[in-house]
């Protein structure tokens, strides 16, 4: 079943391009590459743990609650001992499991309210190494609040921190601490001003804690058991056995190209397990996998510095939906894991060809909850970039309970109170940092393909576009561009005149993608790996005394340490057309690999004892790795560009916060219907996450659609924030003049519609980019793709519909030969159906409607009010200077509002004042439009006039005229009035009036 994936990776490493007459050393070589591929065929769910299968979380699943639990020493507690401005205090047990630790409590006003940070460390003097923090994510101009005394009272079994202003707890949130047993509720007051216990933490008592100090000591029992009952090799515990790690080191051929092949095989899992004499009054100690556990595959996890895991559970008593926890392939309202599931998993992978409905991850990690009910929404960021794993489970009367463990780090949570969805979103952001403000042509169609052959298929594919009349913004190149898959390189003799190429394409106002990965072949006379190695820039092997060294596409390879600033730098240098030949302004990066994938490792990944900066083992930073190349990659384009492009960055492997960095998606996906259907749901946690620019690549990366399964994608991508077609090199070409003229057609007709709403879809990147900062409306607030319960109660399980900001209801039809739709309105609302240039207005509820293959099932809200550009052009670029249309939508009182944020739509210079948010109003007799912020210094575009105003419904209107009193055209047809050429400039005040 792996053979089609097989071939493919083969050849992708560069075997289908060489000639038969090989010299006996590439041949050795390339077979015994082709044996490792073979071994690790990516991470198929075959090859990934699961639960049982990983000490630590055996050590956590299903675990009892712990006795004794810790107890906060009350006269510990104070302001500022530790850090100015938190709440710090002592933790501790006596007997049993022992602790020493302290916690500290963190507020910040954030989001129209306060957020709470809970962080348990250990007592600097019990233990013998750091833990890991991932403070680095979080939005940097982020500062807590100082604390007064009137904001902490201590009474003799509880703490209450207040939020300033409110000591009485009155509205605020506020953090109650239980002390004997520890136990934090985090209390709210929801949408009907209702106080409720919004989140608790520890109300199960399931907190643990593996200090150093106390493991040791379990060690030196065990160790002390073993000497004295068991047999050497007999079955000593983990903790009895040594570990070490071979020596890295690889040379490199004579040639300058590949290294000579080694023998990587990994270790094999030991079956001598023995058994020890116990006596019967004696009780064996034991730490399950705690010293050194086998892997899939064969492999050995040393762990030299021991369990060092951390767990609690996290209840949400007054919401009973939970969401988020990306990235998996998954329902969006979360089941109970239960028995029949395996907890959630939060381990970048790079995973082939993921199947549906597995609570495994994926290629990114975002460990933040939100439980939603129709009062209150709530969120948890449990910040922890280690192995980590969740449980969900249903308690009394609707309640959700969560439980959460970590292989390593401290234990560092968030609390957010919301209460409505789009207060969370904004508190969630200002903690985390808010996306990355996107380059107009980010927002258009991308065509992609792995590969694109040479610079005549790439002029060839530009060219078609045009003749076919198809707009789009950006045309990418996988790894075969590359030299010998050595990034920041070309085959010239594919790609003669790489520079050509790129201007030929931004000529007609486009741009390029090329793809950057984070691994680097281990080759002479290579600038990237002779820099790497001059200057020690890649992560350590476990001795960390040498390289780590793995297979990647170009076979042996060295891995940046990411984790690094100084390794940033180095690589932010590389983006010049010095050290990365004909590199243009018009040419945008792709990072992928970088969950990091590593196809002789395990679980296709680097060693968890592998070493970066700092000491700290790859176990620690595992899931900021892929963060840290995407931010290296942004900057660095930032910085090259002097702040005048704004870069467009891809990546597959993501972690909370990395929306400051561009844009990711769902992974490689596959054709098929089960497959399309899944990106809502996939989609949609993303978005609720904070990954608010993201997308499912169209057609599915893997296999041939059939032309309805195609068309049916498109027609759905049009409305998911990144729009991109992307295809394996063993697919069929699938540009949109494969298929069939009438498919063809259709698909043309779906790209241009997305086209269309550029500007909404502009205006709603930048309230996700720039919300808390600019007079947006609040109610309106979130990110793009959103869920239907974001505005309306109740669709509480909806997995197939969703919202394009406060406006559209997109309704895809993702089944087979499906003829009829069920499309679920909102009730006590008018909405109107798109569908053709009627515009009918129909009433919330159900409806089944007619679902042919041209029709996109698509609804505005009534009360809403859309701003357009309809001329069709070739990209994005050619549309800045054309004029709007405005579709208004009147709800049952004939009112309508909505808002427009216009720049220039690819600089900083926004950050200058050269941009405009204007407010548009209709009340049925009138249509104002208002400067709600900038508009004082002019742009490219901001003289853009108005040239339709069309409004569902309007009635009878005898006439229009401006504000100095001239008479416009009008027309009416199927109770559709519009209004032609009004002529007024958008981005100024200006009124226009019926009569």
Not at 82 to 93: A, I, K, N, Q, R
Not at 337 to 343: A, C
Not at 733 to 760: F, G, M, Q
Not at 868 to 884: F, G, Q
Request: hydrophobic share 35%; charged share 25%.
């Amino acid at each position: 079943e792996q053979v089609g994936f097989l071939e493919g990776r083969f050849f992708r490493s560069g075997v289908g391009e060489r000639t038969l007459k090989m010299d006996l050393r590439r041949t050795v070589f390339w077979c015994l590459l082709f044996s490792l591929i073979a071994i690790s065929l990516s991470a198929s769910w075959k090859n990934i743990c699961s639960c049982s299968e990983v000490g630590f979380c055996r050590r956590h699943f299903k675990r009892d609650p712990i006795e004794p639990q810790p107890v906060v020493e009350r006269d510990s507690v104070e302001i500022g001992k530790w850090d100015s401005h938190s709440v710090t205090g002592l933790m501790s047990t006596a007997g049993g499991t022992k602790l020493s630790l302290r916690f500290f409590v963190y507020v910040y006003a954030v989001g129209g309210s306060h957020v709470f940070r809970w962080i348990v460390d250990d007592v600097p003097e019990f233990t013998n190494s750091k833990r890991h923090s991932v403070d680095k994510v979080l939005n940097p101009e982020l500062k807590p609040v100082t604390l007064s005394e009137s904001n902490l009272k201590v009474d003799k079994d509880r703490i209450v921190i207040s939020s300033p202003g409110d000591p009485k707890c009155e509205t605020s949130p506020c953090l109650e601490i239980a002390l004997n047993p520890f136990k934090v509720e985090m209390t709210s007051t929801d949408r009907r001003g209702k106080r409720q216990v919004a989140i608790t933490l520890n109300d199960n008592r399931m907190f643990h804690f593996e200090q150093h100090k106390f493991m040791e000591e379990l060690k030196t029992e065990i160790e002390a058991f073993d000497s004295k009952y068991c047999k050497p090799g007999s079955g000593a515990s983990d903790a009895s056995k040594e570990s070490g790690d071979d020596d890295k080191d690889e040379p490199v051929d004579d040639d300058g190209d590949e290294d000579e092949a080694k023998d990587s095989s990994p270790p094999k899992e030991s079956s001598d397990e023995g058994t020890c004499e116990e006596p019967g009054d004696v009780v064996k100690p034991e730490c399950d996998g705690c010293w050194e556990e086998a892997v899939k595959g064969g492999f050995k996890d040393p762990k030299k510095r021991g369990p060092e895991s951390i767990g609690m559970d996290v209840g949400f008593p007054s919401t009973a939906h939970l969401y988020g926890m990306p990235e998996r392939a998954l329902e969006f309202d979360l089941k109970d894991t239960g028995d029949k599931r395996d907890p959630m998993r939060f381990y970048n992978l790079d995973v082939f060809e993921f199947e549906m409905d597995h609570t495994l991850g994926l290629y990114g990690s975002v460990p933040y909850v939100i439980g939603h009910g129709d009062d209150l929404s709530v969120g948890m960021l449990w910040l922890n970039s280690a192995e980590t794993y969740s449980t969900i489970s249903s308690g009394k009367e609707g309640t959700r309970q969560t439980m959460w463990w970590s292989e390593a780090g401290r234990m560092d949570l968030f609390l957010f109170p919301g209460p409505s969805p789009s207060q969370i979103f904004e508190q969630y952001v200002q903690v985390t940092g808010r996306a990355a403000m996107p380059n107009i042509f980010s927002l258009g169609y991308h065509q992609c393909r792995w590969n694109y052959r040479d610079q005549a298929d790439v002029e060839y594919v530009d060219s078609q576009f045009d003749a076919y009349d198809i707009p789009y913004d950006a045309i990418w190149l996988d790894i075969e561009h590359t030299d010998g898959k050595k990034y920041f390189t070309w085959d010239m003799s594919k790609f003669p005149d790489p520079t050509k190429m790129q201007n030929d394409v931004a000529a007609r106002g486009r741009k390029m993608v090329t793809i950057v990965d984070p691994h680097i072949k281990i080759a002479k006379k290579y600038l990237m790996n002779e820099i790497a190695t001059k200057n020690d820039l890649y992560v350590k092997d476990g001795n960390g005394k040498g390289d780590f060294n793995g297979w990647c596409w170009p076979g042996n390879s060295g891995y940046l340490d990411f984790t690094s600033a100084r390794v940033r730098n180095y690589w932010m240098d590389m983006y010049n057309s010095r050290n990365y030949p004909h590199f243009t302004e018009n040419l945008h990066i792709w990072n992928d690999m970088n969950e990091p994938s590593v196809f002789n490792g395990p679980e296709v990944t680097m060693p968890k004892n592998a070493i970066h900066e700092g000491g700290f083992e790859h176990r620690d930073v595992h899931n900021i790795y892929g963060y840290h190349v995407m931010q290296a990659t942004f900057e660095a384009l930032v910085q090259t560009r002097q702040r005048k492009i704004r870069p467009f960055v891809l990546s597959r492997s993501f972690f909370a916060g990395s929306q400051k960095y561009g844009t990711v998606w769902t992974g490689d996906n596959a054709a098929t219907w089960e497959q399309l259907r899944s990106a809502v749901p996939m989609l949609l946690s993303l978005s609720v996450s904070g990954m608010s620019f993201s997308g499912a690549d169209i057609g599915g990366f893997f296999g041939n659609p059939s032309e309805e399964l195609l068309l049916r994608w498109y027609q759905l991508a049009a409305f998911q924030p990144f729009f991109r077609a992307h295809a394996h090199i063993d697919t069929d070409r699938r540009e949109p003049w494969e298929a069939s003229e009438s498919t063809r057609e259709l698909i043309r007709v779906v790209i241009i519609e997305r086209y269309k709403y550029l500007p909404h879809w502009y205006s709603l990147s930048a309230m996700a980019s720039r919300g808390s900062g600019l007079p947006f409306r609040e109610e309106a607030k979130g990110p793009p793709m959103r869920p239907i319960w974001w505005h309306f109660p109740g669709f509480l399980s909806e997995e197939e519909q969703f919202l394009v900001g406060d406006s559209l209801l997109v309704a895809p039809n993702m089944h087979e030969g499906k003829k009829k739709l069920t499309v679920r309105l909102p009730k006590n609302n008018v909405w109107y159906d798109l569908y053709g240039d009627v515009a009918k207005p129909v009433l919330g509820g159900e409806l089944s409607i007619s679902s042919p293959l041209n029709r996109m099932a698509v609804f505005q809200r009534g009360g809403s009010l859309i701003v357009k550009r309809e001329r069709v052009r070739r990209s994005s670029k050619a549309m800045i200077l054309d004029p709007y249309t405005i579709d208004i939508a009147p709800d049952g009182n004939n009112m309508a509002v909505g808002e427009l944020y216009a720049d220039d739509s690819v600089s900083y210079d926004y950050e200058n004042g050269a941009f405009a948010l204007v407010a548009l109003v209709y009340d049925g007799n009138n249509i104002h439009c208002e400067v709600k912020a900038g508009g004082s210094k002019p742009f490219e575009g901001s003289e853009a006039v108005v040239e339709r105003i069309r409004i569902f419904t309007a009635g009878n209107v005898r006439g229009v005229k401006t504000g100095d009193g001239k008479y416009l055209q009008t027309r009416l047809v199927n109770n559709v009035l519009t209004v032609k050429k009004p002529g007024v400039k958008l981005l100024s005040n200006w009124t226009i009036t019926l009569e």
